[in-house]
């Protein structure tokens, strides 16, 4: 969407006081459809009826009206079939080059600021440009590079450059458990006793990296609650033949965190004769 400045003196300017409201408007709808144009600023007419529809709703005595009044003004010129906003180029430029005495301002304004090395607050307040319409996108990149360079040659950007960099911690790796390992036989057992009741249950693959998971709190397990292994193994063949907990023991985070209750749970079925088929797996075969 194109857009073009308005500028806040047309309320009060001389010439556009001239013009009676309707005027005014078609006037407005002028310069808004003048700034579409492939040149803007121009308008060819290449029939007057269809301009006044898109500037007069249609009025062409209207449009011809104010087109007359708006030439004797010096706003506009029609000439050859194409009318021309005689100041356009000066109040709608597209770039800055287009008005080279601001551009000298801003260069000088960018000097001076290059010149400040010892106060970045000072660098960063210092600005000459009084113009705040032409507050481009050029002007922003300026005070970004003059800040940047400030901040650079500052005195504490200095320090902080000869001082010693500490080094990046690196990441904690995940602690891999070979196959052979107590920790890895007893996450895959769960895991084989999942499918056999769910085979399409998502488990880990059964690989040394993709059982590290499970096998790291079976090591949990062994290290910290002081659990043997022979009872781990008791445990995972138990919960997973219970018609409740095989469906709630998925993996081996649930399995320590509820240690203590299948504990209790499958010495009380055992002596109550709840669950027969557990009591098969009382012996540590040691794989």
Not at 119 to 146: A, F
Not at 209 to 226: F, T, Y
Not at 234 to 257: G, M, P
Request: overall charge neutral; hydrophobic content about 30%; glycine content about 4%.
């Amino acid at each position: 969407m194109k857009w073009f400045r308005l500028y806040s003196e047309a309320r009060n300017d001389a010439k556009l006081r001239h013009l009676a409201d309707n005027e005014f408007r078609v006037w407005f709808n002028l310069l808004c459809f003048s700034s579409e144009q492939p040149k803007r600023g121009l308008i060819e007419i290449d029939n007057y009826f269809i301009l006044a529809v898109e500037v007069a709703d249609g009025d062409e005595a209207l449009l011809r009206q104010t087109l007359e009044k708006l030439s004797a003004l010096r706003i506009t010129e029609e000439k050859d079939g194409i009318i021309s906003f005689l100041n356009f180029a000066k109040r709608q430029y597209d770039n800055p080059s287009d008005r080279p005495e601001n551009v000298r301002k801003r260069v000088q304004a960018y000097r001076a600021r290059k010149k400040c090395n010892d106060n970045v607050t000072s660098c960063n307040d210092t600005d000459t440009d009084t113009d705040t319409d032409t507050d481009t996108d050029q002007d922003q990149d300026l005070k970004t590079l003059s800040s940047h360079f400030c901040e650079a040659t500052s005195p504490e950007s200095q320090k902080s450059k000869s001082e010693p960099q500490k080094p990046k911690p690196k990441p904690r790796q995940r602690k891999i458990f070979g196959e052979n390992s107590v920790e890895y036989r007893l996450a895959n057992l769960l895991r084989t006793e999942i499918l056999k009741n769910l085979p399409s249950a998502r488990v880990p693959k059964n690989t040394p990296e993709g059982l590290s998971g499970w096998a790291k709190h079976i090591d949990l397990m062994i290290r910290v609650d002081n659990r043997d292994p022979p009872e781990i193994e008791r445990l995972i063949r138990w919960c997973q033949q219970d018609r409740f907990w095989r469906a709630n023991i998925l993996s081996t985070k649930k399995l320590r965190e509820k240690w203590e209750t299948l504990v209790l749970q499958s010495q009380s079925r055992r002596m109550t004769g709840g669950n027969a088929d557990a009591s098969n797996y009382d012996e540590w075969d040691g794989w």
